[in-house]
């Protein structure tokens, strides 16, 4: 069991294969490409608004429909009910959003030119980090906007929770929340970089009991 235990610790420090590298390095190309696409949409309907309003939420900025009119219209809606209002300023989390896809191509590549095994753990767990974080931080941020509301707005309403995904009725407005194609692509660069990390870890452990049974006829 030891001797086993110690080949797969050994097999750890093992160069990635090849065709390891090479998946690496394609999946660099899905995750800089969210750069180029929204993050998450949130819209909403209501009877004064047949078209809708809307606005995307990139890596790096808020867009709004209409050329920029829908965020301004969202934003009076908000002021009526004491929400805060939507600036890019308020977004903070967009401020280290491109770094962290930025350090993680970087991370990428460097495991597929020198990497090993436990370099791909190491990428994984960073990988699910500013995931997880990016994600729980957009999360938290709909709850201050539906819960932080100022008592002398005009109109008064119960805190609430945004929609995160899906829809959900909000007084008169029908509102929708969806990740786009540059979470999506995200998503692929993550799951792809655990999907390696997980394929090399099943190889090493089968490898390792190849190890203890060749080393059991002579114990």
């Known amino acids: 069991m030891r001797a086993a235990a110690d080949n797969f610790w050994d097999f750890l420090d093992a160069p990635l294969r090849w065709r390891a590298r090479l998946l690496l390095v394609l999946l660099i190309v899905p995750l800089?490409?969210?750069f180029?696409?929204?993050?998450?949409?949130i819209s909403m309907k209501a009877p004064q608004y047949p078209d809708g309003l809307k606005m995307d939420i990139w890596s790096y900025q808020v867009v709004g429909g209409n050329d920029g009119h829908d965020i301004k219209e969202i934003n009076v809606l908000n002021h009526y009910i004491g929400m805060h209002t939507i600036t890019r300023e308020e977004l903070r989390d967009l401020d280290w959003i491109p770094f962290g896809i930025?350090?993680?191509a970087l991370l990428a590549l460097r495991a597929a030119l020198l990497g090993n095994v436990r370099t791909m753990i190491d990428l994984s767990m960073i990988a699910f980090y500013i995931s997880a974080v990016?994600?729980?931080r957009f999360v938290?941020?709909?709850y201050e906007f539906g819960h932080h509301?100022?008592?002398?707005a005009p109109v008064k309403i119960e805190p609430f929770m945004p929609v995160v995904i899906g829809s959900k009725q909000i007084a008169n407005f029908l509102t929708h929340s969806m990740p786009q194609l540059g979470s999506i692509l995200m998503g692929v660069f993550t799951m792809g970089v655990w999907g390696i990390t997980v394929a090399?870890?099943?190889r090493g452990r089968q490898q390792a009991r190849l190890a203890m049974t060749r080393l059991s006829p002579a114990g």
Do not use: C, N, T, Y
């Open 134 to 136: 990016a994600f729980g």
């Open 200 to 202: 090399s870890l099943w």
């Open 140 to 142: 938290w941020m709909l």
């Open 32 to 34: 800089l490409l969210s």
């Open 149 to 152: 509301l100022d008592p002398k």
């Open 102 to 104: 930025v350090a993680m």
């Open 36 to 41: 180029a696409f929204p993050l998450w949409q």
